[in-house]
Structure formats: C-alpha cells, structure tokens
C-alpha cells in the first residue's frame, strides 16, 4: 500500500459507467451525421458553450436543449439538446465498483463529476432503474462534487481544490480518474497521479501499480 496517499478521486460517467462517447457515435451513425459531431460541437467556446452552462447549472435543461441545436445548426446539422442528454446514461462498470470499494477500505474516496440537474420524472423509466444503481454507487464516496451544485466544473482548479478540501489532503496526495485528457490535465498540474480510463481493466491495474494495492 502507497502511505503517501491520501485519496482517490474519481469521475463517474465512461469511469463507472460505459463511455457516453459510444453512444454518441452510434447515434451519429443513425442520423447520418459526420463521425465526432457532437463532441466538435462541444469542443467550441468550452467555457461558456450550452454544454458548459449547463453543467455549471447556469440555463435550465429546456433552455439546453434550444442552445445546442442552434451551436449544431451552425456547423451546418440541427441535434435537439434533450437528444444528447438521452444518450449519457451507460452501462455500471461492476469491477469498476468493486474497485471502488476495496479503496475505500485503505483511502478516502471521492468523486468529482461534471453533471446536470436531472429532468423531472414522472413514471419508472430505464432511466430511473440506472439511477437507482448510480445511487447506490454514490453512496461509497465520502464526498461528492458535482459541477451542477458547485457552479464551477472541470477542468476549472477550483472544482479538485474543493474536493482535496473536503477529504483533507493536499492534490499530491491524490490519485484522479477520469476518461478525459482534458480534466486530467489540471489534475495533474496541481501534482495529483492520474488515470486515463479508456479500458477500464488497464486503468486498474494503473490503480494497483499507484496504490499498491490488488484488486480482482
């Protein structure tokens, strides 16, 4: 076991949950459109594009929905917002989860996660069944960051200081996983080791080498 960590801190979706990024692709496929669309439409103005304010908690999801389509519009497809929103929610990572509980028994854990505040629901839905087990996982972290809450989202530094904060420790003390180059970046320029989950097996046993720990 890595003494000199302190925590582990995690992103939750394409960490615990399959890459939304999937079904961006076959969706993309479906409707013809060109391969990587919609992550080129969130790649533009990053900072205060729908995406943003919405994680940011700064428009409302309806507000979202007529922003993006106007930002798509203009690389030349109209995509509704509510359209992508339906696509985030992935499939549960079960060794992710388990790895995540055999950390907690040595670490603090915590999660930092760009999101939105959810629609409201009226009826049970697949949606809510993945929820259900999104909270179940939620509930192992001893702090939670969420950009919707905070006002302020990754890759911006004050959303890992908050978290650092609130488990008490310092960013070298931490280990970050997270499936975007973008949000490891900062990470690891306030001196955290990080992991880029692309495959989720290869990212744990980067996990063991750092905390010299073992997990199934």
Same mark, same amino acid.
């Given at each position: $076991?890595? %003494? /000199?960590?302190? &925590?582990?801190?995690?992103?939750?979706?394409?960490?615990?949950?399959? /890459? #939304?990024?999937? &079904?961006?692709?076959?969706?993309?496929?479906?409707?013809?459109?060109?391969?990587?669309?919609?992550?080129?439409?969130? /790649?533009?103005?990053?900072?205060?594009?729908?995406?943003?304010?919405?994680? *940011?908690?700064?428009?409302?999801?309806?507000?979202?929905? %007529?922003?993006?389509?106007?930002? /798509?519009?203009?690389?030349?497809?109209?995509?509704?917002?509510?359209?992508?929103?339906?696509?985030?929610?992935?499939?549960?990572? #079960?060794?992710?989860?388990?790895?995540?509980?055999?950390?907690?028994?040595?670490?603090?854990?915590?999660?930092?996660?760009?999101?939105?505040?959810?629609? &409201?629901?009226?009826?049970?839905?697949?949606?809510?069944?993945?929820?259900?087990?999104?909270?179940?996982?939620?509930? $192992?972290?001893?702090?939670?960051?969420? *950009?919707?809450?905070?006002?302020?989202?990754?890759?911006?530094?004050?959303?890992?200081?908050?978290?650092?904060?609130?488990?008490?420790?310092? #960013?070298?003390?931490?280990?970050?996983?997270?499936?975007?180059?973008?949000?490891?970046?900062?990470?690891?320029? $306030?001196?955290?080791?990080?992991?880029?989950?692309?495959?989720?097996?290869?990212?744990?046993?980067?996990?063991?080498? &750092?905390?010299?720990?073992?997990?199934?």
């Amino acid at each position: $076991m890595n %003494e /000199s960590l302190k &925590a582990i801190l995690w992103d939750f979706g394409g960490v615990f949950t399959s /890459s #939304p990024f999937e &079904a961006f692709a076959k969706f993309e496929r479906v409707r013809g459109l060109p391969e990587n669309f919609i992550r080129s439409v969130n /790649s533009r103005n990053i900072e205060a594009n729908a995406w943003a304010q919405l994680e *940011s908690n700064k428009i409302t999801r309806t507000e979202f929905d %007529e922003l993006f389509r106007l930002e /798509s519009e203009k690389l030349g497809h109209s995509v509704k917002g509510e359209d992508v929103l339906s696509l985030l929610a992935g499939e549960v990572r #079960p060794r992710m989860v388990s790895t995540l509980a055999e950390c907690k028994r040595h670490y603090r854990v915590g999660c930092i996660t760009n999101n939105m505040k959810p629609a &409201a629901q009226v009826q049970a839905t697949p949606e809510m069944v993945r929820n259900s087990q999104t909270a179940e996982i939620m509930g $192992m972290f001893d702090t939670i960051v969420e *950009s919707s809450v905070e006002g302020v989202r990754k890759p911006e530094p004050q959303i890992y200081k908050i978290a650092c904060d609130r488990l008490g420790c310092q #960013p070298g003390e931490c280990v970050f996983l997270d499936d975007l180059g973008i949000n490891l970046k900062t990470a690891r320029a $306030m001196g955290m080791i990080t992991i880029k989950v692309v495959d989720p097996d290869e990212a744990i046993q980067e996990l063991e080498i &750092a905390t010299g720990l073992s997990f199934p």
